[in-house]
């Protein structure tokens, strides 16, 4: 069984970076896609970026000026700069084992309990 922790969310003012890490356990070959999502108060659970072990990203499109996925082997990262009000939520990071690179939180069967990460003055 994999099992995802992830670390780094925080309080931060407008402006502000902050850095997202996701470590596992459980699964000793490399993951297939590893993906960061959010979910806001009141709303659906919504992809940020995914990466996979090829070297592949994929970011949403709203935040890909200001957020940057890394990965090494089964270690995710996210940097977060230029935080905004509207990036407010909790952060998660997903893992499949097989599959194409995807979006949907559906696909995932692997997920951690997620980071808080508010953005506010």
């Known amino acids: 069984q994999v099992q995802l922790v992830e670390s780094g969310g925080g309080l931060v003012e407008p402006g502000g970076s902050l850095r997202l890490s996701c470590t596992t356990s459980?699964?000793?070959?490399?993951?297939?896609?590893m993906a960061w999502f959010r979910q806001a108060s009141g709303k659906e659970r919504e992809y940020v970026s995914v990466?996979?072990?090829?070297?592949g990203r994929i970011i949403k499109l709203s935040v890909k000026d200001r957020f940057t996925i890394s990965r090494d082997n089964n270690t995710v990262w996210l940097q977060m700069n230029s935080l905004e009000p509207e990036d407010t939520a909790r952060y998660f990071c997903?893992?499949?084992?097989?599959?194409?690179?995807?979006?949907?939180?559906?696909?995932?069967?692997?997920w951690g309990r997620g980071t808080q990460v508010t953005v506010s003055a």
């Open positions: 459980g699964h000793s070959s490399t993951l297939k896609s």
């Open positions: 990466a996979t072990p090829g070297g």
């Open positions: 997903a893992a499949r084992l097989a599959g194409p690179t995807a979006t949907s939180p559906d696909d995932y069967p692997f």
